[in-house]
């Protein structure tokens, strides 16, 4: 058989995947042993002389395949190293990975039951469960809906979606509203998925002050929200964030809730990344008023460790998604099916294929259990807090604002700038830091942690973490790593 034929045949292909299988299980171990690099930096026309990205018209051989298998993962970064503390997602966890090969195997998509009766199923017990963990009635009962998003910017977009087709719904109006004399409020720190799908949907956004700590104000908020209806306009929604990207600030969910209660606004609350502290019984209480939440956006492959891509968008409004996306498509939700057309969720959605991003995220909370998830948060909030004690004692590091979260954000001050606040150009030197150390730290592959400027704020770096395989040892490297590249600066 050619290698043309999309079918994996026992003769000609059971060697080749045995011998991925343990290119790829080396790989897993290799790649966050502490023994190794985080990256092997090449520069483009290095890589491309490497790796041979062009191709061609012919098949190349299986040999020639694992070679290049192996090249990938060589010269890729290596997110589940402990030292990688770049993004708001790391770790490879072994159950979520489980999970992940077992998708690919399964190359499914979930709209409907007859396609994917188990992961249907599976993605419906996943968010009952979240439901409950996040929304409760006065009896107890778990009430609302969910959808599995291809990623957080993502469910963004479609939860502004949703507060325009709800608004529109329940105000009384002789015409229909036009889009862009609704307006939305989100604060300056927000994601800037907020503001692309605010675009997208072309509806207009206000940005809300923040206090120093990045928190949204509240008196800005009502005072924006008068002003727009004076002019005439519709607020409709507030999209609050519960752990920013940079600071990891959590806006004051209780007083938008009443703020968007009066105004009749629908409240979302990006929890793509403070999301997963539903899990701890300790750290929860930075949620607090999250309920109250028309939608919440939450990404367990943030501070769960989930592998990409896992986000779900979460809403008490039992059958809006129906309401808002369902087009009935005759070639897929067929209305006289041998079992109930509830099964077929599909419809709810705005894609047609899916991922099913639900399994490895399900197998994974097999594994580990509810209570497994609450030590892995419980863990990180430990470190971080550590991480945080470290700012403060060592000399030459700086916090940039209090942290109550993951984040801590801090400048390192190199020697020659050490209390030399009265230079001139301070704010400039310190500004030129961290870009330098960062390429200093990215060539030599000793870890990866991001830098930026925020607001009136020179670069600072943002140390976070997602990875539970981090321990003490690891915070204590990092400071060592920073003072070690920073030396000579
Ligand atoms: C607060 C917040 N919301 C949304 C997103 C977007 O999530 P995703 O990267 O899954 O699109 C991010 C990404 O970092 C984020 O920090």
């Known amino acids: 058989m050619s290698d043309w034929r999309s079918i994996p045949c026992v003769e000609k292909h059971k060697e080749f995947l045995e011998k991925l299988i343990t290119v790829l299980i080396d790989s897993t171990f290799e790649s966050v042993s502490r023994e190794n690099p985080v990256l092997r930096w090449r520069d483009p026309a290095h890589l491309q002389d490497i790796i041979k990205f062009d191709v061609q018209d012919g098949p190349r051989s299986q040999d020639n395949l694992l070679e290049i298998a192996s090249k990938v993962f060589k010269y890729s970064i290596k997110t589940g190293h402990p030292y990688f503390m770049n993004q708001l997602f790391s770790g490879l966890d072994p159950y979520g990975l489980a999970g992940q090969w077992l998708t690919d195997v399964l190359n499914s998509s979930v709209y409907t039951y007859e396609v994917a009766p188990v992961l249907t199923l599976m993605e419906k017990t996943v968010i009952t469960k979240l439901l409950s963990m996040f929304y409760k009635d006065e009896n107890g009962a778990t009430v609302g809906d969910g959808l599995f998003c291809p990623g957080g910017s993502f469910s963004n977009g479609i939860a502004i979606n949703l507060a325009r087709f709800w608004f529109r719904k329940t105000t009384q109006s002789s015409k229909r509203i036009s889009s862009s004399n609704l307006v939305l409020f989100t604060s300056q720190d927000a994601h800037y998925s907020v503001l692309k799908w605010a675009n997208v949907c072309d509806v207009k956004v206000i940005l809300i002050k923040t206090d120093s700590s990045g928190k949204m104000d509240i008196t800005d908020l009502r005072a924006n929200i008068i002003e727009e209806q004076k002019k005439g306009n519709y607020p409709f929604s507030v999209s609050a964030t519960a752990g920013?990207?940079?600071?990891?600030?959590?806006?004051?969910?209780?007083?938008?809730?009443?703020?968007?209660?009066?105004?009749?606004?629908?409240?979302?609350?990006?929890?793509?990344w403070g999301g997963g502290l539903i899990f701890s019984k300790k750290h929860s209480v930075l949620l607090r008023g999250i309920q109250r939440a028309d939608s919440i956006l939450f990404n367990p492959h943030k501070l769960l460790a989930v592998p990409q891509q896992c986000s779900l968008l979460l809403t008490r409004h039992q059958n809006i998604f129906k309401d808002a996306h369902s087009q009935q498509a005759s070639y897929l939700f067929q209305k006289d099916k041998f079992y109930s057309a509830d099964l077929d969720v599909g419809d709810k959605y705005l894609q047609c294929g899916r991922r099913p991003d639900t399994l490895k995220f399900w197998f994974m909370w097999q594994a580990k259990g509810t209570s497994g998830f609450e030590k892995h948060v419980n863990h990180l909030m430990t470190l971080s807090a550590l991480f945080k004690e470290e700012v403060e004692k060592r000399d030459g590091f700086e916090l940039v604002t209090d942290s109550c979260f993951i984040n801590v954000c801090f400048w390192f001050i190199p020697p020659s700038l050490r209390s030399q606040y009265s230079?001139?150009?301070?704010?400039?030197?310190?500004?030129?830091?961290?870009?330098?150390?960062?390429?200093?730290?990215?060539?030599?592959?000793?870890?990866?942690i991001n830098y930026q400027p925020l607001h009136e704020k020179p670069n600072f770096f943002r140390f976070v973490i997602q990875n539970s395989g981090v321990d003490t040892e690891d915070i204590y490297y990092v400071f060592d790593e920073l003072e070690n590249l920073g030396e000579s600066m």
């Open 244 to 272: 920013t990207t940079v600071l990891g600030a959590f806006d004051p969910l209780i007083e938008i809730a009443d703020i968007c209660q009066e105004y009749n606004m629908w409240m979302h609350v990006d929890a793509a």
């Open 423 to 448: 230079l001139y150009n301070y704010k400039e030197q310190i500004n030129s830091v961290a870009p330098k150390l960062k390429e200093k730290m990215t060539k030599r592959g000793s870890l990866m």
